[in-house]
């Protein structure tokens, strides 16, 4: 227009701050808290038909014959079906991608056809009127089985003698290794040499909504619509569409509320293929909900390993290598599409993550079994990683009788070395493992701790404080997954709508499972825009709607839909104000939106309300100059480009009490330190990672999941799995370090799964300084009383 | 998972209960809360529940002189609160907050979990401590079984078929009598990973512990020790507790003389 | 085998009569026959707690209760004491301190948090994490409830 536009703010601030920074409770939560919510099994459907699957009582079986004569006669029954009558509707998957180089995993169908390999497998569908009449007739399903080898324990799987998938040659799923030269003479030469193995138990999610689907095939016009808990409606989309043979954009797939997830419902599983695939079968909606005994059966396990660590160091503390051998045994299928590799990878990627050595070798194996299959659960590799670590890196703190907080600070990447690439291969853009140290030290008050754990270990009350840094994967581009052939989006977009009374409606391709993404979106939004955060609703979770994008995982949903969503609402403050200049015939640079008006840019007079605007430009066109066309709804899309994955840095503290004579640990309080960049709601952060911590808590302390010799799961149920419960849970005190990241206007960066990945190293490093007064260490997870006791030698 | 299909029955007279109770797969629902679940799993399938909650003659806390009697419908929670129940039998309020948690103790009764006889629950090692008097009817009329004879084994009691147990009776306790009751789990509320009810009276001691065997058991060779040393050595005898998911025989022992340990000096 | 059986019970404060299949738990009842979604199933062992409800003042698992037995008694769902406004305060410190993540452990953490709020106005915080201790929620890890609970009893600071 030939006038200069005034900025909209001074050069070097990035945005109007607006809500952000600000703890504003969810909007979303008031329905939740009247029971109003809609959780999938909430939903009721006309012709609603229910299915129940006949699942492998064995650990590997050849399905010699299944008899349904009986089942088919059941009251209520709709119609019984095997592994080749779904597969008419549904084609195999194999989970591998190009960028793990070797990985090899056989075809699975939705229905094992030939032979069940997990004792949980579904081997036949039963759908019936009701859930109770479905489960009646699984019950009269005959099956003559062929019972097989089963390969339980990882050494036998890597050794081979039974092979589980014979046209594979071996049982090794992936495996990587990983040298930057150098290592066995620095080793050689180093003063101090540590080395320990640790044992990490076998998990689960339990999310306490089960797993959910209800997918509803329309064969009038070929299209299905699907109901489904998941994280990533876009990708379930996808693979419906290709699996199931009905076109992409007929294929609508609708997330509700969900009740948890971590990680656990971002995976395809064959019996929710299964449940889609009937209902096409069957031309009506058929449900299915995981029960509680299915989930600990068929919900992704996770984290089982075993890891030999070796660290080197000079006398004076410097760490100068580690060495890294990780077996992990998953179950006897790499899982769809994300694959049971990356767990695995991270490991290898991510031990040692905080600290300046540059010497690293990492051999990592990856082995089938025939217990239940395991993928991606909140943190992934990193849990492991950060407690092999900082255990290590403890126990030589402790040869060298220096405080370990110190030994950490002699060895943490300095605050100003930035950008850096870490042996891995992973880069850092920047980090403040120093400030978060310091920070931690001060909030804990570490030397007060320390002087009455000594006090106390005069009366035998054995405290310990375990300290855990941690480096964190979040806002992944496609180096995650899209390079390897996945079609999984790494990029989100938000479409912003302005309605004619001057509310905005925010669509994002980003999904909620509580977290609060859709409390922060509607911050950044009504922040980005200029109207107040009541004048705001948001969609996410239907692809009918929404933009295209990847939906939650890998601590993503702030950081990238959040910046879509920041980028779509300054574009349409931007149309708006074309719009109010037409209406206004004054200069748009003159103007500003501000708490649902337009303004006078410079003296903030109230110059229209939003809702005038509104009217104007979508019911009186007519009023505006002929070539003037007012564009209300904006959409931008974001992808992270200038690293592959955002890092973020943080730093936990355990406290614990240990009795020597239970072997039962006290958790006295937690404390985390996090740097996630810009920090758009701090209670929600927070409580993120408080509730990320309880979680890690249950892995380091209460929860695995126990199969016998021959790969029956023992402790299926939530009486005997453990889950951490209020009564044992520590308070947890939160901090942060706000180190933005430069490649969004945002500065977001991820936090979702930082609590997880650093409490188990935290919990173990306490409890092993508790017991160290007593010469006795524990280096497999979880730390029951059992394993304390016959560490300390009190049992034989 | 949903329960396989089952009739359902709810009688109004005790007569009519022991009748219905002695038919073939029939199962006795009082609180529920062990059964309920048994049936969601599918781990039983009973053709008939005989819902006993009607029968008011099973409810109700009295003090007769020094007997306390608590009828078999008696829950967790009104055993907590009753003020009976607290001046004379205060080891089983000790026992009630280690009992599951509050909406279950608002269900679940003192009858059901002696019937039920899991040897890692609270109430059959407190019957047993206690030296305490299990009434059973029938038909046939009333029988009274000491707490002794009434565990018989891994949830297996002395009651025979067309029994229901009706009342529990508990000698009150004397002024110069102690009672210790200790439990450890993992979790609060778990079921125990062992746990030890005490009674001294009279200068014995007894030692019901539970958790510990296939039934709540009194440690003998340990309660007639003459100190704790050998109390602890002695347990070795009384004791050989069954592994279970994540203790071993010898941990539970451990544990067991940890306990013992611990309310030694209260008794 | 199995007859349904008539039962006569008062749900939220109206009376319900039906012929109920004996063994259909309370809360598929309320869920699947009225329409009463709020309360929730996680486990069906009584273990997680997610189905509490109250019957006749006291707290329950709606999953541990036929819902035959529930004749005669007044059944009191979250959707029940959120209209009537019993729960406004408790709602209200929830929603303010995020003591609530997914919404599916809420309906059922609320009644628990109204049964200690009547029987033990005066609880500590370690006796708030004791109640709350038969109720499962996998994403808080707790400590927001036991604020909000907290400083429903004792006020604020």
Known sequence: MGRAELPLHAPGTQLDKGYIGQSVPRPNAQRLLQGRGAFTDDLRFPRLAHVA??????????????????????????????????????????????????????????????????????????????????????????????????????DESLAGRTVIHPELGDNICFKRELDTGGVDETFAKADLVVEETYGFGRHTGVCLEGRAILADYNAGEHSLTVYH?????????????????????????????????????????????????????????????????????????????RAKVRLACTKAGEILAFELDDLTPIGPYSVYPRTSGIEGNQVVNLTGGPYKHQKYRAKMHVVFTNKNVTCQYRAVGHPIAVALTEAIVDLAAHKLGMDPAEFRRKN???????????????????????QTLDKLLALMDYKKLRDEQAALRKKKVYRGIGIAAMIEVTNPSPAFYGVGGARISAQDGATLRLEPTGMLTVMCSVTEQGQGTEAIFAQIA??????????????????????????????????????????????????MLDVAAAILKVDKAELDVRDNAVVHKLTQEEKMPLAELGRVGYFRPDTLPPDFQAELTV??????????????????????????????????????????????????????????????????????????????????????????????????????????????????KGVGEAGTAGAPGAVMNAVNDALSPLDARVTSMPFTPERILRALGRVA | MKAAPFAYAKPRALEEALDLAARPNAKIL??????????????????????????????????????????????????????????HLPLLVAAVPHIAHPAIRNRGTIGGSLALADPAAEYPACALALDATIVVTSRKGQRQIKAADFFKGLFETALKPGELLTAVEFKAQKKDDESAFLELARRQGDYATIGLAAFATNGTKRLAYFGAGDRPILAQYAAKAKDLESAKAALAKDLQPPADLYHSSATKLHLARVLLERAWNTL | MEHAVEATLTVNGTEVRRRIEPRQHLVDFLRDELGLTGSHIGCEHGVCGACTVRVNGEIVRGCLMLAVQADGCQVETIEGLSDSGELAQLQKAFHERNALQCGFCTPAMLLAARDLQLRNPRASR????EHLSGNYCRCTGYQAIVDAIEEVLHGKG
């Open chain 1, 412 to 434: 943490m990447i300095p605050d100003d070395a930035y950008p850096y690439t870490f042996p891995s291969g992973i880069k850092f853009e920047q980090l403040s493992h120093h």
């Open chain 1, 229 to 305: 808990a998941t994280q990533a409606p876009h990708m379930m989309q996808d693979i419906f569409s290709r699996h199931l043979g009905i076109p992409e954009a007929s294929v609508r797939v609708i997330t509700k509320d969900v009740g948890g997830s971590y990680g656990i419902k971002v995976h395809v599983y064959p019996d929710e293929m299964a449940t889609a695939a009937l209902s096409v079968m069957l031309r009506r909606p058929v449900k299915f909900v995981a029960d509680r005994l299915e989930s600990f059966l068929s919900d992704i396990h996770a984290r089982e390993h």
């Open chain 1, 53 to 154: 699957f006949f699942r492998s009582p064995h650990a590997h079986a050849r399905i010699r014959k299944l008899d349904f004569s009986k089942a088919v006669k059941a009251p209520g029954v709709i119609g019984v079906f095997d592994g080749r009558a779904v597969a008419e509707y549904c084609t195999p998957w194999v989970a591998v991608l190009a960028h793990l180089k070797g990985i090899k995993s056989p075809p699975q169908h939705a229905i094992a056809i030939e032979r069940a390999c997990w004792q949980g497998e579904a081997c036949a569908a039963v759908v019936a009127e009701s859930r109770s009449q479905a489960e009646d007739a699984v019950a009269l399903v005959e099956a003559d089985w062929e019972e097989l080898p089963a390969v339980i324990d990882m």
């Open chain 2, 30 to 87: 009082a609180g529920g809360q062990s059964l309920i679940p048994s049936l969601n799993m599918r781990l039983s399938s009973p053709e008939l529940l005989v819902d006993i909650n009607g029968l008011d003659e099973l409810k109700g806390i009295r003090l007769d002189k020094d007997t306390v009697r608590i009828g078999a419908l008696t829950t967790h929670a009104d055993i907590g609160k009753s003020d009976v129940v607290k001046k």
């Open chain 1, 635 to 748: 959409t931008r899309h974001y992808t992270p480009r200038q690293y592959g994955f955002t890092f973020t840095n943080g730093v936990q503290a355990s406290l614990v009490e240990v009795d020597p004579d239970t072997g039962l640990v006290k958790l006295l309080k937690h404390w985390c330190v996090e740097d996630c960049g810009t920090v758009i709601n701090p209670m929600l952060v927070d409580e993120q990672i408080r509730g990320g911590v309880v979680q890690g808590i249950g892995a380091a302390l209460y929860e695995e999941c126990l199969y016998d010799a021959s790969g029956q799961l023992l402790n299926g149920n939530m009486a005997d799995y453990l889950v951490p419960m209020a009564l044992e849970m520590p308070d947890i005190v939160c901090a942060h370090i706000e180190t933005p990241t430069r490649q969004s206007q945002l500065g977001a």
């Open chain 1, 526 to 575: 009504a922040s980005a825009v200029g109207v107040s955060m009541d004048k705001v609703r948001v969609i996410t979770g239907d692809t009918g709607v929404t933009p295209y994008g990847g939906g939650t995982w890998a601590s993503r949903g702030a950081g990238i839909g959040g910046e879509a969503v920041l980028l779509a609402g300054r574009a349409l403050r931007s149309n």
């Open chain 3, 126 to 129: 370690e006796q708030i994490r």
